[in-house]
Structure formats: C-alpha cells, structure tokens
C-alpha cells in the first residue's frame, strides 16, 4: 500500500503520525511511504532520516495526499486537509469527532474512510491507541497546574508539594482512568494531597490498592464533586466517555465556590471539556481566566513534548497500521477492536456514540464495510 505521512498543521503540534523507526517497519513490510518534507522536524528527524528509512520526500502536503491510500496523522484533519480527502483514502489518525460536527460533515462529505486512535480497542475492551497519550497528557496536567498556581499567572502563588511547615496543594481528579491515574502519580510524587473521584466502585478500589493510602478516593456525585472542589487548588479534569463528548461535570456557578485563583486542568477538552466554562486554548495562549480561576484547556497537551510522543504513539499504533495496510478491509472484518476504531465509512457515520451525540444516522460498521 501507498502510505503517506503529511506534516502536522494544527497550531503548535509537533508531532509526527511515523517516526523514522515505524517507516522502516512498513518499508519492510513492502509499503511505499511518502513523507512530506519537514514533517519530522518537531522531533528532530529531518528528511534525510526518513529517506535513510526507505521513504519519499514530498514537497507538499498536497502531493502527499495525490500519491497516498492510507494517510497516518496524529491531530484530526484540518479543513484543507479534509478537502484533499478523497473516497479511495484511508484516514488513520485521532479524530475526537463528538463534540466537532464540522469536522464530521467534511469527512461525510469526502466519502474516505475514517479510523480513529481514541476509538480502537484491544481484547480486553481497553483503548491502547489512546492510552500512551493519555498517559502524557496526566503527566502534563500536573504541571500545567502546577504553572497555573503560580501568581503571575493568576493562581493562589502556591507550590503544590509545600515546603516543611506549609501545606501543600489539594488536587482534585476527576476520573480515575489512565489520565487521572498519571495525574495523580505525579500529584502525589510532588507531595500534593490528592483526591480521586470515579464513578466506579471498583476502579476506586484498584486505585486505593494501587496508591496504598496516599490518595483518598470518592464515588462520584454532584454533592462529592461539589464538597471536593471548594477545598481544591487545582482540579483536573479527567473523565472519558469513548467516542462521546464529556460530561460537564463543574458548573459555571459551582465556580463561586471555590477558592480565588484556583487552577482548572481540562485534559477531556478534546472531547468537549468537562467543565462548563472551558473553551480550548493553544500552547502559545494555554490560559484564561473565568470568574477568578485559572482554565488550561489546550486541546494538544501532548504536542508540548512531542519526541515522548510521537515514539509514545507510534509504539501503539504501528501494528494496526500495519495490519490496515496489509488490507483495510480484512483487517477490521479480522479484528472486532479495530472495527471499533472506524468512525466513518464511505458517507455514513460509524460510530454509535458520534452519531448520537450529533442526531445523526447511524449505520454498523459490518454493515458499512460490505
């Protein structure tokens, strides 16, 4: 198959959908690659690399797209990316479509097929394409809290691990899922006093097991959720819903009660944010004030590291990426998880939860395949 790698156009993203490692695997596997030129910058793998590794250097994302059946990315495809889509294409990439009905009508439109990262699963109905960022992106929420704490930046000026004497920051998760876990790794290997809130008992019980008393845990309510962020100083926004937009669990009056320059983290903004009053913002302007707290809802956090990630990334897509080159089609009819990863399909929308987030037809993925 004909695979092409475009660079990354969303503002400040600095990964790359192949590293040059990944491109010798499909090399070897007796795939051509195009690689737009410039493409590898973010992570210092300049075109000579990825010519060393067995691809083609194209001079425009345009022809990258003309030479291409499969196109691999990271973000999801900005508009002029969408209009080089074409029915023939196999778009593999992060998509997060719920809560962006523009981005879905242009896939629609394209006739392409979709696969997206944050939907595939794995035998154990886990989400392995979106875990290895969602791992970075807890990290970073930390110190994105961090940062937003400190006084020039609007926060209490408070270190969240303190010091001998003064106590450290109280930060809130909400979500004990792969980004919260790694949240509160961090949070607490900081010295922060952390709290937990999932709405799943057992996962509370394997975090409490995991943590061994170093994080309290709390099932979630409106009345937990409510009690704990008054007393918070940074709260992380954690909660997935695979494939559908977040739930807003933190009002804009819920605001009013908490403490002057406390910091709020959406790691879930991708999805819609789960805070009422997030919009996402970009690395270069990552902050805004409402009603005197601090909101960080960059939509890319990832992209803020993005040798870690891309590495990270391409660790766990390569052999689904390999096993749709060897043929698309066998390859999701083969594997129930990745045909939970197609999200659109010749104009149909394929995902359940997308479609019923927008009021859209739904048509299965079997039924879209054939």
Not at 340 to 362: D, E, M
Request: proline share 6%; with cysteine.
């Amino acid at each position: 198959m004909r695979v092409g790698v475009p660079k990354e156009i969303k503002p400040q993203e600095f990964r790359v959908g192949l590293t040059p490692d990944s491109v010798r695997d499909y090399v070897a596997h007796g795939h051509s690659l195009w690689v737009e030129a410039g493409a590898g910058a973010g992570i210092g793998a300049d075109d000579a690399a990825y010519q060393a590794a067995g691809a083609k250097i194209a001079a425009t994302a345009d022809q990258v797209f003309a030479e291409s059946e499969m196109i691999i990315k990271v973000k999801e495809p900005q508009a002029i990316e969408i209009a080089r889509l074409r029915p023939h294409h196999v778009l593999f990439t992060y998509l997060h479509l719920a809560p962006d009905p523009g981005q879905t009508q242009g896939l629609l439109a394209s006739g392409c097929t979709a696969i997206a990262y944050e939907t595939v699963r794995d035998a154990a109905g886990a989400l392995p394409l979106l875990a290895p960022m969602s791992e970075v992106a807890g990290r970073l929420a930390i110190e994105a809290a961090g940062a937003g704490l400190r006084r020039f930046a609007g926060g209490r000026g408070l270190l969240l691990g303190g010091v001998p004497g003064v106590a450290p920051a109280r930060v809130v998760i909400l979500g004990g899922g792969v980004v919260g876990t790694q949240a509160a790794r961090m949070a607490v290997g900081m010295g922060s006093e952390v709290t937990i809130i999932d709405r799943s008992l057992p996962r509370l019980r394997q975090l409490d097991d995991l943590f061994q008393g170093r994080v309290r845990t709390r099932a979630s309510t409106k009345a937990s959720i409510e009690a704990e962020i008054t007393q918070a100083d940074a709260v992380i926004g954690a909660v997935l819903v695979p494939g559908a937009a977040a739930p807003r669990l933190v009002t804009r009056a819920m605001l009013k009660l908490m403490k002057p320059g406390a910091v709020l983290v959406d790691v879930a903004i991708d999805q819609g944010g789960c805070f009422e009053t997030s919009h996402p913002t970009t690395h270069a302007e990552p902050t805004f004030m409402v009603d005197g707290i601090v909101h960080y809802c960059v939509a890319n956090m990832p992209g803020a590291v993005p040798l870690t990630s891309s590495h990270a990334l391409n660790n766990a897509t390569l052999p689904y990426g390999l096993a749709l080159a060897a043929g698309p089609i066998a390859a999701m009819e083969n594997d129930p998880g990745l045909l939970a990863g197609l999200n659109i399909r010749a104009g149909h929308v394929t995902n359940q939860a997308v479609a019923a987030s927008q009021k859209l037809p739904y048509v299965a993925p079997l039924a879209a395949l054939a």
